[in-house]
C-alpha cells in the first residue's frame, strides 16, 4: 500500500500545523482504493501515479481473473439470474430501475425505505426476496450514499462488495443495472468501466484454489434502451482489451438484428400508448438540495438530485456575518419589494448555477439540511426564471419547500398512527401562568384552530379535540398524562418555546418558569402523533442576558424538530421566528382545512402559506418550517363514513 502510506506520511508530517492544505480528491480516491484493495486481500492499488521505476526483480504478477459479461437488452423485471442489483441513494423513494421492481412488490421497497430498514449508507447491501413477482430470485439494494457523493471509486468499492457478498452466498451469476449512470451522474462508459474494475478486484483478492465455489463467474448487465445499449457494446469490446482492468473477459453481445426489433418495438408501445390516449401515471417533479456546512466552516456544500439526473456536489464560500445579517434582514423586512430583492439576493449569493435549470424545472423542492443550514429562512429565497414570463418563483411558495435532516434521510422506525376515519388532536395553547410570560394571542389561536377542526369534522372525517387553553386547564402533570394515554394524531401547541444553545437536548415548550415540556417528556407514550404543529417562539424569554439573534431563532425550531424526529414523529411544522398573531391564526386555519380535505402536506403548506402571503404584510408567511414527509397525508379523501363503534384504543 505505498500510496496510502505516503499519503499517510504526508498527513501526520503537517499534523500541528496550523493551516493544513485538504487532501486532493484525486489523494482521497488513491487512499480509498488502497484500503479497500487491503480489506479485500490484494497487495497492489488498482491505480495511481506512474514511478517511471521498474517493478523489482520476483515481484508477484497478478493473473487477469475470468469474467464473462453478459449485455442484455429488456426491462430489469424479466431478466433472470439468482439476484439483480439495482442502486439505492440514502433517504431517497425507489424510483428508475429500483422503482420499477418495486411496483411488482406491491411498494414494499418504499415503505422500507420510508420505514428506516433500508438505509442506503455506501457499500451497505439489503437482500430482498421476490417470491416470483419479477424473473430474478432476489433484489440486492446497493447503497449509494447521500445524492452528489458517488463517484467512480466509490461505485468500484460498490461492486467489489456485491461480488463479494454474492459470491460468499454461492452465486456464480447476478445481473445488474448500471448502477449511478443516470443523467447528469456517471458517464455510461466510466460506470460500466467502474463496475467490471470492481468485480474484477474482489474475485482477484480470493485465491485461485478458493474461487471455483465462492466467486461470481458472470455479470449481466442489463439496459432497457436499444441506443445505450449500441454504447455500451463498443465500450465493453474496449475493456476486454484493456490489460489495465485485471479481467479477461468473455463477452456475449446483443445483435444488431435483437437491437433493431428492439428499436421497433419501442416505438410501436409509444404509438399504441398514444393512441389510447392514457399517459402513464404522473409523478411529481421534484429536486431534492442537500445542503450541509463543513465542520471548517467558510463555506456551504450543495448537492442536487432529480428524478431523472443528479447534479455532484459543489461548493459555495460564504462570509458568515454577511450571510446572517441577509437573513435577519430577510426575515425582518415587511414590504413585499424589499423581501424579493433580499429573497433574489439570497437565491444569487447561495445557490450554485449548475442548479439553477434544475430548480427551476422543477415542481417542488426538498430542502435536506444539517443544523446550521437549518438556521435561514430558505422558503423566502427566490429567483426570477430565465423566461421571465412566470414573474418571481418563491421556493416557499411557488416551488412548496418542506425540509428534512441530513442526519436523518431515512425516518426513523416509528409507530405510525393508521389513516382511520376519526382523528383525534390535542391543542396547547398559552400554557403558562406567570404574567410575563403570557401570550393573549396563542389563546385566540387556540381557541380559533379548536373551532375549525370541530367544523371540519364530518361522516367520514371525524375530528375529536380535547383542548388546554390557558393556565388554568395547563397542569403539567394532567398534560403529560393526556399525552401518554390519549392516543393523540396530531398535537398542536401555541406559546413560548425553550432553546437553550449549550444543552439543545432539553430545548421544548415552556408551561411555566420552571417547568418546560420537552421532546423526551412528550414521547415516552408508545403511539406518538403523526403530525406536531407547534407556533413556538424561541425568544429566550427564561434565559438572562440578551435576546437570541434571527439565526438562533430558527436554530430553535430546528432543534426542537430533531429532538421530535428522534422519537419517531414523521411530520413537525414550526415558525422559525416571531410571526403576527392574527396572521399565525389564518395559517393555521389554512393548513388545517386542506390537510382534513385529503391534501398532502406540501399541498396543505402551500395553501396556508399563500393565504397569509396575499395580505403582503410582513413575513410570516416565509416563517413556517415543515420538517418530515412532504407526500404523507392524515386522513384518506373521501372516506366512508365513520362507523357507530369507537375504534379500538391501546
Given amino acids: 500500500m505505498g500510496e496510502f502510506d505516503r499519503i499517510v506520511g504526508e498527513a501526520r508530517a503537517q499534523r500541528g500545523t496550523r493551516a493544513a492544505p485538504r487532501v486532493s480528491d484525486e489523494d482521497a480516491a488513491i487512499a480509498e482504493d488502497a484500503l479497500l484493495r487491503a480489506s479485500l486481500g490484494a497487495g497492489r492499488a488498482s491505480h495511481g501515479r506512474p514511478s517511471g521505476k521498474a517493478k523489482p526483480k520476483g515481484a508477484r504478477v497478478v493473473r487477469p481473473v475470468p469474467l464473462r459479461v453478459t449485455l442484455w437488452l429488456g426491462d430489469i423485471r424479466d431478466v433472470k439470474a439468482p439476484a439483480v442489483v439495482v442502486g439505492h441513494y440514502r433517504g431517497l423513494e425507489p424510483v428508475n430501475a429500483i422503482g420499477a421492481i418495486d411496483e411488482r412488490l406491491d411498494g414494499w421497497i418504499a415503505l422500507a425505505v420510508k420505514r428506516g430498514m433500508i438505509g442506503g449508507l455506501h457499500g451497505e447491501l439489503f437482500h430482498v426476496p421476490t417470491r416470483g413477482r419479477i424473473a430474478a430470485g432476489a433484489v440486492l439494494i446497493a447503497g449509494m450514499g447521500a445524492p452528489g457523493s458517488f463517484n467512480e471509486d466509490r461505485l468500484r468499492s460498490l461492486m467489489a462488495n456485491v461480488a463479494l457478498g454474492t459470491g460468499a452466498l454461492g452465486m456464480k451469476k447476478v445481473a445488474t443495472v448500471l448502477v449511478g449512470a443516470g443523467e447528469g451522474s456517471l458517464e455510461p462508459e466510466r460506470a460500466l468501466r467502474a463496475m467490471v474494475g470492481g468485480i474484477a478486484g474482489a474475485i482477484a483478492s480470493v485465491p485461485e484454489g478458493e474461487r471455483g465455489g465462492s466467486t461470481l463467474q458472470e455479470v449481466i448487465v442489463v439496459e432497457h434502451n436499444p441506443e445505450r445499449v449500441e454504447q455500451l457494446a463498443a465500450s465493453l469490446r474496449q475493456l476486454k482489451d484493456d490489460a489495465a482492468l485485471g479481467a479477461r473477459l468473455t463477452l456475449e453481445l446483443p445483435t444488431a438484428a435483437e437491437i433493431e426489433r428492439a428499436r421497433r418495438q419501442r416505438r410501436s408501445r409509444s404509438a399504441r400508448s398514444s393512441a389510447r390516449g392514457a399517459p402513464a401515471p404522473r409523478q411529481l417533479n421534484e429536486i431534492r438540495l442537500t445542503l450541509e456546512s463543513p465542520a471548517e466552516g467558510g463555506r456551504f456544500r450543495f448537492s442536487a438530485i432529480t428524478r431523472s439526473a443528479v447534479v455532484p456536489v459543489r461548493e459555495v464560500e460564504v462570509d458568515a456575518a454577511r450571510f446572517q445579517a441577509l437573513a435577519a434582514a430577510l426575515q425582518d423586512s415587511e414590504a413585499g419589494a424589499d423581501q424579493e430583492q433580499y429573497g433574489r439576493l439570497m437565491f444569487e449569493y447561495l445557490m450554485p448555477q449548475d442548479f439553477d435549470q434544475s430548480i427551476e424545472e422543477a415542481e417542488s423542492v426538498r430542502l435536506v439540511v444539517d443544523s446550521t443550514t437549518a438556521s435561514f429562512p430558505w422558503e423566502m429565497a427566490c429567483f426570477r426564471p430565465r423566461s421571465g414570463d412566470a414573474g418571481v418563483q418563491r421556493l416557499g411558495l411557488e416551488k412548496k419547500l418542506t425540509r428534512q435532516f441530513r442526519t436523518m434521510l431515512s425516518q426513523p422506525p416509528s409507530t405510525m398512527p393508521p389513516l382511520e376515519e376519526e382523528v383525534r388532536v390535542l391543542v396547547i395553547a398559552d400554557p403558562a401562568p406567570e404574567p410575563e410570560l403570557q401570550l393573549r ?147 393555521a386555519a389554512a393548513f388545517y382545512e386542506r390537510l382534513f380535505a385529503g391534501d398532502t402536506m406540501r399541498e396543505a403548506l402551500k395553501e396556508a402559506r399563500q393565504r397569509i402571503f396575499a395580505e403582503m404584510v410582513g413575513s410570516t408567511w416565509g416563517a413556517y418550517q415543515h420538517y418530515g414527509d412532504p407526500e404523507d397525508v392524515l386522513i384518506r379523501p373521501g372516506a366512508a363514513p365513520a362507523p357507530a363503534a369507537r375504534r379500538r384504543r391501546r
Avoid: M
Fill in 441 to 587: 394571542f396563542a389563546r385566540l389561536e387556540g381557541r380559533r384552530v379548536v373551532d375549525t377542526l370541530r367544523q371540519l369534522s364530518r361522516p367520514g372525517c371525524r375530528i375529536t379535540v380535547e383542548s388546554r387553553i390557558g393556565a388554568s386547564e395547563c397542569n403539567l402533570v394532567e398534560i403529560l398524562k393526556l399525552i401518554l394515554t390519549g392516543d393523540f394524531d396530531v398535537l398542536h401547541y401555541a406559546g413560548h418555546g425553550e432553546y437553550d444553545p449549550s444543552n439543545p437536548t432539553a430545548a421544548g415548550w415552556i408551561l411555566g418558569r420552571d417547568q418546560v415540556l420537552t421532546a423526551r417528556d412528550i414521547f415516552r407514550a408508545r403511539r406518538v402523533p403523526r403530525l406536531v404543529f407547534a407556533n413556538a417562539c424561541f425568544s429566550g424569554v427564561i434565559h438572562d442576558g440578551p435576546a437570541f439573534e434571527s439565526a438562533e431563532l430558527t436554530r430553535g425550531t430546528a432543534t426542537v424538530a430533531q429532538a421530535f424526529f428522534e422519537r419517531g414523529v414523521p411530520n413537525y411544522v414550526g415558525s422559525g421566528w416571531p410571526v403576527d398573531d392574527e396572521q399565525a391564526g389564518t395559517f
